[in-house]
């Protein structure tokens, strides 16, 4: 079974930048929908970015221009790289994998903006 365990998140100060990797574990054969989501306190569980077939992206309004999602193959890692960080964005981040048929969710790491 594939597990994913996030890491990066921490405390920064508006306008800083971090970079959340997804360490995944056991046989990664293909990375068919890769996906970042992220939840604040009181708040629904949302999608912020997407990685389709390995070639096509799409990010939630809230993100554009300012998140990058990616990944390394052969490292089993997937990231997100996040810059001009605001204080909306403080929540609990999930990387998702959906892999042969089945969805896999990370136990999130926390990322706190504040000023």
């Known amino acids: 079974q594939v597990q994913l365990v996030e890491s990066g998140g921490g405390l920064v100060q508006p306008g800083g930048s971090l970079r959340l990797s997804c360490a995944a574990s056991?046989?990664?054969?293909?990375?068919?929908?890769l996906g970042w989501y992220r939840q604040a306190p009181g708040k629904q569980r949302e999608f912020i970015a997407g990685l389709i077939s390995d070639i096509t992206t799409k990010y939630a309004d809230s993100v554009k221009g300012r998140f990058t999602i990616s990944r390394d193959a052969a490292e089993k890692k997937a990231y997100l790289k996040m810059n001009n960080l605001r204080p909306e964005d403080t929540a609990v981040y999930y990387c998702r994998l959906a892999h042969r048929g089945s969805v896999y969710w990370g136990r999130g790491t926390q990322v706190t903006v504040y000023s």
């Open positions: 056991g046989s990664i054969f293909s990375w068919d929908v």
